[in-house]
Every structure is written in structure tokens, then in C-alpha cells.
């Protein structure tokens, strides 16, 4: 889960990183009251869950609290890559000395956070790793001793940090890193992270996402989430535990596991179709849960054909057979289906089926081939 | 042979009064797998399936029994827990099949089994399946018959298309070894290979992958230095667009990196032939092995 730059900004500080005493704002009259109150120029900065909202116009500095209101009013009109600015944040502006990236994640291969500072910061950070990946200092957190301050005194070095810098830069270094490992994250980033014209260090964005799977242990997180900042559809697959994800083909695809969903796009693609949708119905999938998924794909009016890729394993063919026939009762699907199943009870599913006006195949490929030609509009 | 299991192998259950774990427990016995022990803590003393005892601790289950592979069911927030604990108890394998774990929890996991000594498969795998030996896990027993050819993956359902679509073709499996689709893993391609290229009965491998990560980059720089074996390849996912999670915790596209055709393009630089779908697979090797 992504969260707004304001919120993780928030949570950084509760661990001791410096940050600009923003507030959010959902109004360009409140942008200006804001404004007044901090009595100088300030930065107003769109709140979506995208990056490059800079490039994008999303963030704009204003002299005056008139000024405010009206930069506010604009970006509170925009939509940036798809996702409308429902908030922005006000920050007081900040005479900007340097900037600094520093960021910590997690390295898969190493199987540890790894935590990542560069003398360039503000620009985008994978830019300068594929251009210049000796200005990136990188150094592996172990997981059962935590992040140490030789590590840090190491990586400012390498980052040519002026001594003065060093202490402010240690708290803040560990500030990130406690929160990182208190609130389970993926990813936790200050981009850029400022020295001021007075020599002090502020954090003056802010970005994390944090683990899916951890968000039980952090209620105070999860109720973070911003369901108007993510694709309805989406959201309403997870409800029923599905995994849903949107594309812009026109033959819908249901089946039981991550990478098998994803042979399954691909195979259509490679039989000239283009797949509607990324759809794991997961292990052990209930009538119900087949019946979501139908409506799911079914709601998207490109759809002009649906694959449905059923290999049981704990999956069982009869409870699926079962789930789309009570889907198709109250969906009353217009488009061709073609059903595939095999493994766990594949046979008894597939005499349920045999009433309902399917297309039926035994391998993927013909599976595959059969969609392509019905969603064409020819025969199977 | 084989690799990891056998008709040797005492397997433990934990989680085995849970849903999942006393279902897939009735298939690994009927496989022919030895299930020695289960454990529940707070149910220790009872039995399941008439015939396997069931122990509050991992600890107690080795002793009473000699089990020296352990199979997980526990559910995600138990389930790092579950692990260590089969891990302090001497456990040589620990199989974790549980989709779900915090990926910080398995950091710290993996840290301290490797210090231990401990292999682990998974976790969000769908275990292991020596065919006609003992499966551990939740692969169906009669997609697959005996044979040569090694099988690693980071998905499930697809492993079993690949391994059926082999029986089809009459192709057999030495062992089929899911590493599962988490970020942050036990075994990867990379052990599971060296593994295959030093087990007589394996004489050729698959290997599936998935976007995300650079695992089968890595993998293919390994089969170009390390494997005399022949290898077939198949990734999933080449329509998959940036950023968008597909189901796996780990198949991500991230900052331009972990694509499909970086994959392929890596594994056929090592002489890895790369299906387009995944029953072609079993074309290949059967050219291969022709």
C-alpha cells in the first residue's frame, strides 16, 4: 500500500526525521488561511499515489497567500496520469542549500533492506542509477542487527556529506530506518532530502509503501489507505480476495493462480488477441468467489470474449462449474465463453457445464486459439 | 535419486488440524509419503487420520518421531514463528507453503536459518513432488510420473500445466521443486539448479520463471558457467504492463527492470531454449531429448 507524501512525511517524523510543518488542504480558501497563518512563500504539492507529479505541474510555490489560492485551485483541478487531486499539502518554502536523496528497500537478491543515499538528489533517483550508478551509495542492512552508525558515517563519505552534516544526517538515517522497520515497509524515501541555507536538514518529500501483508499489524496504517486514489475495480476484487488487474484487451481471462493467469494473457497475445484483464481467482476458489470474478470481467463493456483456465490442485473443477453457472444466472453473459479445465474433479465440472452454451478445449493453446477466433467474432 | 525428498523422507506437519493441512495431509499419506508427526500447539495428544500423532512443539515432534522435513500450513501471522521453531528444533527441510508472510518477517527468517544450516522451500510455494516417491505439499500426485527431468518454478498452477502437459508426452519428472512467487525466498533458481546438475537421476531441467526480480538473469548467468545439463526455460508474464503487482508478491516490473523479454533474452544468451507457451515446453524437451 502506497501511502500520500503528507502520511509518510507523518510517519518519518514520528521517528525523529525533520519535516516542514505542512498541512493538508482540500480547498484552495483553506490553501489561502494556511498560507496566512505561515506568513511567507509556500510550496503547494498535489497528494496522488503517482511519481512525477512535479513534471506533471502538481507542485507550485506561491509568494503570496493570494497566490496560493489560485496555484491551489488549478492543481485541485488537474488529473495527473489518470488520478484526479482530490488534497494537496502546504508546505512552508525552504531556501535550498543542497539536495540529497536517501532511501531504504528491499534488495531481493541480498534478502536484506538495503539502504541508498546520493549526492544528487530531487531528480529522479532509478535516472541517476542508470546513468551514473557511482553517484548511488549503497550499503546492506542486516535484519537481525538492524542499521549501524558506521554504515551511515560510511555512506555519508562516499557521498562527499561536509562533516558538519554528519550527526543531522545519522538521525535522520536512523530515523528512516526505524520507520521502515516499524511500520513493515517496502520502500521508505526522502527525495529530496534538503541541507538549508542554514546548514539544517529537512526532509522535504516523502514515500512509502507499505507491505500488504503486514497491514494487520498496523491498523494505524491501514486505515491510511485511500480507496478514492485506487482503481475501483480493483478494490472490489480484493474484498473477495481475487486478484484483479485492468488492461485493454477485449478477451477476458479468469483462472487460479498468479503465474498461470499470466501464461494465460500470454498465450492469447501470442495467438494474435490481447487479453481484457490479469485474473487469479487463488487456491480453493468458492462459487461465490467465481461468481465476483464473472461480474468483475464481465462489467467492463470491451470484454467480447472470457477464457476461463481452470488447472485444479486445490482448486476443484465442480465448485468452479458451479460458481459459473450461478454467475452466469445472474450476470447473463452476451459473450462466448470458452472453459477449460483440468485436474481436480475436471470431469464433474465439466458434465455440469454441459447444458450451458460453452466452448469447451482440452489443452491451453486450443483454449487460447478458440477465444482469439470467438472474440474476432468467428467460429470456434 | 532424487533431490530434497524421498520415499525416505519423515515428514512433520505444522498447522496439521488446520482446514488446508489436514486436507493436504490425507494426500501426501495416500501419495505414499511417511507422515510421522503433526503439529498444533494446544492440540498436542491428539491424533489425525487414526495414525499420526500430533505434538504442542516442533521440538517434540523430532524427538518422539526422527522427523527431519517439516511442511507448513500455519497461517501468514504464525507463520515466521512456525518456521524458526522447526528450524531450533533440527529440522533439515522446512517447506513453507503459507501465502502471506510480511516480507520484513522473512528477511529476518532467512537470515538466521542460514546461520543455521537450514534449507528452506518457499514460503507461498506449492511445495515438492519426487513422483511415484513422496510429495510434500500441495501438488496433485497424478499430474506427473517418474523420470529424468528436473522441474523448478516460481508458480504453481503453471508448474502442474508444465508437468502434465510432460505425462502427456510421456516425459517424467525426478523432482518438481516450487520456489514460490515471494520477493523474499528460501531456495532460488540458482541452489535448486546446482542441485539438479548434481542428482545422476536428472538429466535435463525446466526452469519457470516470471517477471520480477532478477532471479533468472542470475540463473542464466549460473547454467552458462556451472551446468553441463541441458535446460528449457519458460517466463510468464510478457504481457504483464509496469508497476501493476500480478497476484505474486513478487511479479513486478519495477523501475524498467524484472521484463519478460530481459528474462528470455538472458536464458537463451545461455543457450536456454524459451518456450512461447507453457505445453511447448514439453515439445522442446522432447526434441531435446530425442
Redesign the interface.
Known sequence: MKLHEYQSKRVFAQYGVPIPPGKVATTPEEVEAIAREFGGPVAVKAQVLVGGRGKAGGIKLARTPGEAREVAKAILQMTIKGLPVRKVLVDPAVDIAHEIYLGIT?D??A???VLMASSEGGVDI?EV?RRSPEKIAKVHI???LGLQAYQVRDVALRIDLPREQWRAFTKVAFGLWKAY?AS?A?LAEINPLVITAQGDLLALDGKMIV?D??L??HPDLAEMRDLDAEDPTEVEARRYGL?F?K?DGDIGCM?????????T??????YGGE?AN?L?IG??ATAEKVAAAFRLILADPKVKAVLINI????TRGDEVARGILQAMEEVKPEVPMVVRL???NAEEGLALLQDADMITAQ???EA?QKAVQVAKGGEA | MSILVNKKSRVVVQGITGREGRFHTERMVAYGTQVVAGVTPGKGGEWVLDRIPVFDTVAAAVEATGADTSVIFVPARFAADAILEAADAGIRLVVAITEGIPVQDMMRVTTYLREKGTTLVGPNCPGLLTPGEAKVGIIPGNIAIPGHVGVVSRSGTLTYEVVYAMKLRGLGVSTTVGIGGDPVKGLDFIEVLRMFEEDPQTEAVVMIGEIGGSSEEQAAAFIRQHMSKPVVGFIAGQTAPPGKRMGHAGAIIEGGEGTAAEKIKALEAAQVPVARHPEEIADLLAEMLA
Not at chain 1, 483462472?255 to 501464461?263: K, R, S
Open positions: 528491499n531481493r537478491a534478502k536484506r533492506p532509478e542509477a542486516h535484519p537481525l522497520q513493515d517496502t507491505d501483508n503486514a494487520y499489524r486478484s488487474i488492461l483462472v487460479n493462480g498468479a503465474g498461470l493467469a499470466m501464461a494473457m500470454d498465450i492469447i497475445k501470442l487479453p490479469f487469479d487456491g480453493g488447472f485444479g490442485g486445490i483440468v485436474g481436480t489443452t491451453l493453446a487460447a
